[in-house]
Antibody, heavy 122, light 108 residues
């Protein structure tokens, strides 16, 4: 059974850097084709993809947020970390991490973590 | 970049068929995925690679594709199907991921 759980601060101040950790079990990020992605959802709004890291350390970022995002993995700890710099109140959202199954030339997410709400406010 | 367009809302009565469209799929055609999200819960995959249903998803959920539009069909809608539904696809090169704006399904 694959499970993922997000952890990190629930409140950050504007201009600060957000660091979120995704801790997972039930799969290995050293398995060919596997990835872990981050997706966020502002309150009452749609899902927005942020980034993904793959078993081979390939990393992809949302073009609109690329300059602010860094995704890293620690295979030995079964963790993926997302950092987002220069946080703004518009970044207030529930942040999800999700498992990306083995696939060639495509990408999807199953299952997802429960999500963690991050509020940006002074 | 590109956008996936979904209708903001769809309403059906119990037992009827709901169809939710997702247009703007990039060419060359990429696979589309569908997620169901109930209030306060994380999204759940209900259709992958346009038409495939994960284990545990009721067979009343189905997917189809025609050109650059894909459709999620829920046959015999039940009250428990009331949720937001999102389509998702990689871009044409598989470099990044886009979600549609979501469709709120209301069961009358």
């Amino acid at each position: 059974q694959i499970t993922l759980k997000e952890s990190g601060p629930t409140l950050v101040k504007p201009t600060q850097t957000l660091t979120l950790t995704c801790t997972f079990s039930g799969f290995s990020l050293s398995t060919d084709g596997v990835g872990v992605g981050w997706i966020r959802q502002p309150p009452g709004k749609a899902l927005e993809w942020l980034a993904i890291t793959y078993w081979d350390d390939d990393k992809r970022y949302s073009p609109s947020l690329k300059s602010r995002l860094t995704i890293t993995k620690d295979t030995s700890k079964n963790q993926v970390v997302l950092t987002m710099t220069n946080m703004d109140p518009v970044d207030t959202a529930t942040y999800y991490c999700a498992h990306s199954p083995v696939a060639t030339g495509t990408c999807w997410f199953d299952p997802w973590g429960q999500g963690t709400l991050v509020t940006v406010s002074s | 970049s590109y956008e996936l367009t979904q209708p903001p809302s769809v309403s059906v009565s119990p037992g009827q068929t709901a169809r939710i469209t997702c247009s703007g799929v990039p060419l060359p055609k990429q696979y589309v995925y569908w997620y169901q999200q109930k209030p306060g819960q994380a999204p759940v995959l209900v259709i992958y690679q346009d038409t495939e249903r994960p284990s545990g998803i009721p067979d009343r959920f189905s997917g189809s594709s025609s050109g650059t539009t894909v459709t999620l069909t829920i046959s015999g809608v039940q009250a428990e199907d009331e949720a937001d539904y999102y389509c998702q696809s990689p871009d044409s090169s598989g470099t990044y991921v886009v979600f549609g704006g979501g469709t709120k399904l209301t069961v009358l």
